[in-house]
């Protein structure tokens, strides 16, 4: 929701507060401006302050002091996003890359003309050249959480061994903000099953003996972030007054999340063979935007959550393309199919314990897209998917069993 103070444009969309300077920041303006900032940051006490800088055309001493002084007030190092070539250098000469995550202003890509090549809920795909595509995302979807993040974390999944596509760029269409990767010649893997439903057992065991040797990759915690811990600290922005979790229901669902072991297993995050490519026999991994490192079961818990919890209302089924061509029997059958096949087992109660485990991290883990997109799932719904997450906690939750 946009605000507007005496001198500064403000908008905040219950997670990220943007700040958004303009003009000269100089001795007129700059002590007026550190009072209206503070104030509208101290109003904003759960909010992740950040600077939007394309309005900026000079700034002086008495600028440079006023960032320092946020800075420090604030104690955090804070974005400061869409910096015109000119005041970047300033920044950077100064020493203020140092203290402030300063981004330069995002080209801008006209899509007019080109060929869309995908569709989904979050994103159209538009084939850029012959070497390169340009995934489009919808308004809706959160910049720093998702964009940015996929860009960033798809260039450190493909330098550490993870089968996925090259990731160039990140760059703004009209309104809307766009990631711009290596162009694969390859099929859906979803829809390579649709055709081929003869074979659907072999691709579903084929994608979970896949993942089961991506997930013994490795990542180094200073170049990624831990799933668990990021979803840790986003929590606290879904507990409150017309938010989905009380404090009660937020220390239950915090347990159930600390209880995931800590490792550094890659962890793509929304992992499912909607999300896959599928190219001379090989899988390929694409839409990294909730990669990071972590237990599996964080990708177990995605599975879950396109099989049962989409698959299981119509309206979502109907929208999903990785569900949608299927029958309820199929459905079952492919996630039943992977279950089986990545635990490498057949022992029922290994998998019904498994699934009991999965089933609450996903029914936890759904409620975080009232914060990287609201409003895709219906709070009817979520408050459903809430109550299985309590139930298993309430039921006795135990150690992650594989």
């Known amino acids: 929701m946009a605000e507007q103070t005496q001198n500064i444009k403000t908008k905040f969309d219950g997670m990220i507060l943007t700040i958004y300077l303009e003009g000269s920041l100089d001795k007129t303006n700059c002590p007026i401006l550190e009072k209206e900032i503070l104030s509208v940051i101290g109003s904003h006490p759960k909010a992740l302050p950040k600077f939007d800088a394309e309005g900026v055309k000079a700034i002086s001493n008495e600028g440079l002091h006023l960032l320092k002084k946020i800075k420090d007030t604030i104690g955090l190092k804070l974005?400061?996003?869409?910096?015109?070539?000119?005041?970047?250098?300033?920044?950077n000469n100064t020493g203020f890359s140092q203290i402030y995550n300063v981004k330069k202003k995002l080209r801008a890509i006209n899509i007019e003309g080109l060929e869309k090549i995908g569709d989904g809920a979050m994103a159209s795909v538009y084939k850029l050249d012959e070497g390169k595509v340009i995934k489009v995302f919808k308004p809706n979807i959160n910049f720093d959480f998702m964009i940015e993040r996929e860009k960033a974390f798809s260039t450190i999944a493909y330098i550490s061994g993870v089968p996925t596509p090259i990731a160039y760029d990140t760059v703004k269409v009209g309104d809307c903000f766009g990631n711009i990767f290596e162009y694969l010649d390859a099929k859906d893997l979803v829809i390579v099953m649709q055709n081929d439903k003869e074979h659907i057992e072999d691709y579903v065991k084929q994608f979970a003996k896949t993942l089961k040797k991506v997930h013994k990759i490795k990542i180094a915690p200073e170049k990624s972030e831990s799933v668990k811990?990021?979803?840790?600290?986003?929590?606290?922005?879904?507990?409150?007054?017309?938010?989905?979790?009380?404090?009660?229901?937020?220390?239950?669902?915090?347990?159930?999340?600390?209880?995931?072991?800590?490792?550094?297993?890659?962890?793509?995050?929304d992992c499912h063979p909607g999300n896959i490519m599928y190219k001379n026999g090989e899988m390929i991994f694409i839409d990294l935007g909730t990669s990071g490192y972590g237990h599996p079961i964080f990708d177990m818990a995605s599975m879950y959550t396109i099989y049962n919890i989409v698959a299981s209302d119509p309206e979502q089924k109907k929208n999903n393309q990785a569900v949608r061509g299927f029958s309820a029997e199929e459905i079952k059958n492919i996630y039943n199919i992977f279950l089986?096949?990545?635990?490498?087992?057949?022992?029922?109660?290994?998998?019904?314990?498994a699934n009991k485990q999965i089933q609450g991290v996903a029914c936890s883990r759904v409620l975080f897209s009232e914060i990287a997109m609201p409003g895709i799932i219906p709070k009817e719904a979520l408050n459903i998917f809430k109550g299985i997450a309590i139930q298993y906690y309430d039921s006795g939750i135990e150690h992650i069993c594989f």
């Open 79 to 91: 974005t400061i996003q869409n910096v015109s070539n000119e005041i970047y250098d300033i920044l």
């Open 229 to 269: 811990q990021k979803s840790l600290e986003l929590l606290p922005l879904l507990e409150g007054e017309g938010k989905i979790l009380n404090k009660e229901e937020l220390d239950k669902i915090r347990k159930i999340l600390e209880i995931v072991p800590d490792t550094n297993t890659f962890i793509h995050g």
């Open 340 to 353: 089986k096949e990545y635990l490498e087992s057949e022992d029922i109660n290994l998998i019904e314990k």
